[in-house]
């Protein structure tokens, strides 16, 4: 669980640095970096809601007992 912050902010730093590189190539100021940084922010929150629920599964069925064969 530690790496969701750095999921969050990967997210950011990849998106805004590929609109960064993308308002160079077309001399934009700043346009795309906003765009694709706040792209890269959803994306960031779209994966750490995912591993959280994935997380949450995996407690509830361990706390039922599903998934263990009965064995």
């Not at 929150?45 to 599964?57: F, H, P, T």
Request: proline share 1%; net charge positive; aromatic share 6%.
């Amino acid at each position: 669980m530690l790496e969701l912050p750095f999921i969050l902010v990967a997210g950011v730093l990849v998106g805004g640095g590929l609109g960064h590189l993308v308002d160079r190539w077309l001399h934009k100021d700043s346009l795309f970096t906003l765009i694709l940084g706040g792209l890269g922010f959803v994306a960031g929150i779209r994966e750490v809601l995912r591993r959280l629920s994935r997380e949450e599964k995996r407690e509830e069925e361990s706390r039922t007992g599903k998934g263990n064969d009965g064995r």
